[in-house]
């Protein structure tokens, strides 16, 4: 069987009658000027695989002047692809497994340099508030802890409630006298809270009418916003006015009492370093301190303002 090629060449050679006769024309065995003419007209036809391949290329480059055999993909390795933004982190990527892992370490350390930015910056904006500042006391207290600072700022009456402590008296800081307590409670026109304590560690007093003003005899005075409170069970708490009485304060120049009718709930001596309570029927309490009758430890009046720190 003669191949498509020859068949080809034979009919094109009667045609081309110079081509026909292999004495005279040197390319008779090869059959080359036909080839060359068939390949000219018909280029399609492959008669050279590599020769025609490559004029295919040439032909249908959509640029005539750009040459595609000089181009190599390698030459933009996808290796240097690098994620900019971290958000698109779960996207595929034309990355390795390595590069991920760098990617995702730097990823975490920004993250972790930034949270630690941020807190340094909200420790540099807020300020550092002391004890005494948190407490909003204008001096330091011998008994006043921050759960009884809380517990008696619930309890005091809406008139004083949020404003500053003022220390207005401590045996401490003025001295032992009761007749002192007494003039001090005149520096602020509102109620007066009474702080006490016993040796044994308890710490009591109440919620008194200011200023004090002693009587020359044994009587009463006060409104039903006095009350009495004691730390002795542990937690804080608080007896109001029963109503059964009004034996609110008596204040005399020897002799301090908060309630009355049956035993003072809290009575302070002259020289304030004794004390005693009992059971009263004005606040329905038991004793406030661990025994019925006590050495003082320390004895505040604290008074509240509306302005800076008052100082006593």
């Not at 190599?72 to 240097?80: E, F, L, R, T």
């Not at 807020?126 to 011998?142: F, G, I, V």
């Amino acid at each position: 069987m003669h191949s498509f090629r020859d068949k080809v060449t034979q009919k094109f050679s009667h045609l081309f009658p110079n081509s026909s006769s292999s004495q005279n024309s040197p390319y008779s065995q090869e059959d080359k000027p036909a080839s060359s003419y068939l390949s000219y007209i018909i280029p399609s036809i492959s008669f050279d695989s590599s020769n025609t391949s490559k004029y295919q290329n040439e032909s249908k480059s959509p640029s005539a002047g750009y040459n595609y055999e000089n181009f190599d993909y390698q030459d933009v390795p996808s290796d240097n692809y690098v994620d900019c933004s971290p958000m698109y982190s779960n996207m595929d990527s034309v990355k390795d497994g390595n590069d991920n892992n760098t990617n995702e370490d730097h990823t975490s350390r920004r993250s972790s340099s930034s949270s630690e930015v941020f807190e340094e910056a909200n420790e540099m904006q807020t300020p550092k508030t002391s004890k005494k500042s948190r407490l909003n006391l204008s001096d330091e207290s011998t008994f006043i802890s921050p759960e009884l600072y809380e517990f008696l700022e619930i309890c005091l009456p809406n008139i004083v409630k949020g404003r500053q402590w003022v220390l207005l008296y401590s045996t401490l800081k003025h001295g032992v006298s009761l007749r002192t307590l007494i003039r001090k409670s005149a520096e602020l026109s509102c109620p007066g809270l009474l702080i006490v304590g016993d040796m044994q560690g308890a710490v009591f007093g109440g919620l008194l009418e200011c200023p004090l003003k002693p009587t020359a005899k044994r009587k009463y005075q006060g409104t039903n916003e006095t009350f009495v409170f004691t730390t002795v069970y542990g937690q804080p708490r608080l007896f109001l006015p029963t109503g059964v009485n009004r034996y609110y304060c008596m204040c005399m120049n020897d002799l301090l009492a908060l309630g009355g009718g049956g035993s003072y709930a809290l009575c302070l001596e002259e020289d304030l370093l004794s004390g005693t309570s009992g059971p009263s029927e004005t606040f329905g309490n038991s004793c406030l301190a661990h025994s019925p009758e006590f050495q003082l430890k320390n004895v505040e009046l604290w008074g509240f303002a509306h302005a800076s720190p008052f100082q006593g």
